[in-house]
């Protein structure tokens, strides 16, 4: 099983939007709706973020959004802030009962 | 509080055995299907397995580089999971984590979990002679 493919690390200023891609494939992304999103700051614990591509939990961001196209995924964090910052991965059902993470991406706020 | 704690990280040399205990409160534990992930040092996530809730017949799964050699149980009494890891390998070391996997119905049989939380805030296992 490859990991999902992601950018090493992005970066934006405060108040702008940015968007994380993570490319699967026909056998995870592209074949369920079941895309998830973790943030991690340093030394944390990951944190879900989004789960079933779009859905965000309760006391997460409305800045947060996910979406999905083909075996394409991806993050947008819109307004920008500074505890934005940190490790962000997507997780996606691979099917027979296993999961991908995708490679991860450290999103800096400069 | 919903919460989870792992317990039971240590230095160990390779081929040895080491349990890890996951310690949950707050939340319905007997509902979920508890998940082990890992994370090498600097590295990213990998998912390691999962046990399904005793109602979906708490049946496991694991990823291929674990398989045959880690083992996931559960004691709902006592609201714990476990990750018993043998013949353990230098490429084992990371911080291994727990976390609950939410399904719905059939999807619970079929091992679709919607999504993991909580999580716990991990457990380091170094693998080292």
């Known amino acids: 099983q490859s990991a999902l493919t992601q950018p090493a690390s992005m970066s934006g200023s405060p108040g702008q939007s940015i968007t994380i891609s993570c490319t699967g494939s026909?056998?995870?992304?592209?074949?369920?709706?079941?895309v998830s999103w973790y943030q991690q700051h340093p030394g944390k614990a990951p944190k879900l973020i989004i789960y079933?591509?779009?859905e965000r939990p309760s006391g997460i961001s409305n800045r947060f959004f996910g979406s999905k196209s083909g075996i394409w995924a991806s993050l947008t964090i819109s307004g920008l802030q500074a505890e934005d910052e940190a490790d962000y991965y997507c997780?996606?059902?691979?099917?027979?009962?296993?999961?991908?993470f995708g490679s991860g991406t450290k999103v800096t706020v400069l | 509080e919903v919460q989870l704690v792992e317990s039971g990280g240590t230095l160990v040399k390779p081929g040895r055995s080491l349990r890890l205990s996951c310690t949950a409160s707050?939340?319905?534990?007997?509902?979920?299907?508890m998940t082990w992930f890992r994370q090498p040092p600097g590295k990213g996530l990998e998912w390691v397995g999962f046990?399904?809730?005793?109602?979906?017949?708490?049946?496991?799964e694991y990823a291929a580089s674990v398989k045959g050699r880690f083992v996931i149980s559960r004691d709902d009494s006592k609201n714990i999971a476990y990750l018993q890891m043998k013949n353990l390998k230098t490429e084992d070391t990371a911080t291994y984590y727990c976390?609950?996997?939410?399904?719905?119905?059939?999807?619970?049989?079929?091992?679709?979990?919607?999504?993991?939380?909580?999580w716990g805030q991990g457990t380091l296992v170094t693998v080292s002679s």
């Open positions: 707050g939340f319905s534990f007997g509902d979920y299907a």
């Open positions: 046990m399904r809730s005793r109602g979906y017949g708490g049946t496991t």
């Open positions: 997780c996606s059902y691979a099917g027979s009962s296993t999961y991908v």
């Open positions: 026909s056998s995870d992304i592209g074949s369920y709706s079941l």
């Open positions: 079933e591509v779009t």
């Open positions: 976390a609950g996997g939410y399904c719905s119905g059939g999807s619970c049989y079929s091992g679709r979990l919607n999504w993991f939380d909580p």
